[in-house]
């Protein structure tokens, strides 16, 4: 019988839901937006309560849950962009059922790995470049986690020492220079299909975007220096205009890299889009021991 698993992706700006089945697919789905600077954690888990008592989820197996943050078993540590921080998830969410609980881009990096590219690489990353910018990594067909579920938290890695201020209190993390977030401040534009429009358009666009794509050439030299990545998938919002910038952006890696001399860039935008996160985490008890029974 095929298991069926209910993911949760927990965004900086929505909740998606979805019943997926363990070829990940997915049977059925719900995205409900909200504002990151006024939401409550209570009010985030009783989308997820709604969906758990108006779904038949007799044949659900478990529920995989992704957060933008820090999480240690069903409890989120810390989250940068959303009030979700010392949050016990078994005290909000009404089930019975196990629960498995990881960083977003885990879930992300899971997914895309698990469902299109297990069967060709090994050692894997995974970026996602929304609102802010998380990582995932898989080593060896292993999810790298840490001690703590914190690794890979590649978005506050310091790419300019005292530079921007971010929300995680340091100054000159990766994400103020190369998330979405920092592209529309760069180009005073607000949604990213008005800025690949202007970009043919308009000269000063393109400058400040080739100056985002340097930073963003960056921080990824850097992940991949770290791991000896043998493909780096870019995800997020930016993923959907990836056929705009890939190449360019992938040769200004190879030309700031350590490795020059045996490394081959393998480098693509994801192919599952706003669906990995929920894939990816009705997928976390593949890749995480039993939480709870």
Known sequence: ????????????????????????????????DY??????????????????????????????IGVPGIASGTHIDYTCNLPLSNIEIRDLVKTKLPIYVSNDANCAAIAEYQVTDNKFYNNYGF??????????????????????GAAAELGHMIIE?????????????????????????????????????????????????DEYLNDLAEGLTNFINLYDLEMLVIGGSLSEYGYKYIMKLKSMIL???????????????????????IIGASLLKEYKGSIYD
Do not use: W
């Not at 900086?12 to 789905?29: A, C, M, R, S």
């Not at 409550?40 to 758990?52: C, G, M, S, Y």
């Not at 030309?255 to 996160?277: Q, R």
């Open 1 to 32: 019988m095929i298991d069926i698993n209910i993911g949760v992706d927990i965004g900086g700006n929505h909740i998606g839901i979805g019943i997926v089945n363990e070829q990940g697919e997915i049977l059925k789905k719900e995205i409900t």
């Open 35 to 64: 504002d990151n600077e006024t939401i409550k954690a209570e009010e985030i888990f009783r989308i997820l309560n709604r969906f758990l008592e108006t779904n038949n989820t007799s044949k659900v197996k478990s529920i995989g």
């Open 127 to 148: 970026v996602t470049i929304g609102t802010g910018i998380g990582a995932g990594v898989i080593l060896n067909g292993n999810l790298l986690e840490g001690s703590t």
């Open 161 to 209: 020492k005292d530079g921007l201020k971010c929300r995680c209190g340091r100054q000159g993390c990766f994400e103020q220079y190369a998330s979405v977030t920092a592209l529309k401040r760069k180009t005073n534009l607000d949604s990213l299909k008005e800025i690949f429009y202007m970009l043919e358009r308009n000269e000063s666009i393109q400058k400040a975007f």
């Open 255 to 277: 030309s700031k890299i350590y490795n020059k001399f045996t490394y081959e860039l393998n480098m693509k935008p994801a192919v599952l889009g706003n669906d990995a996160g």
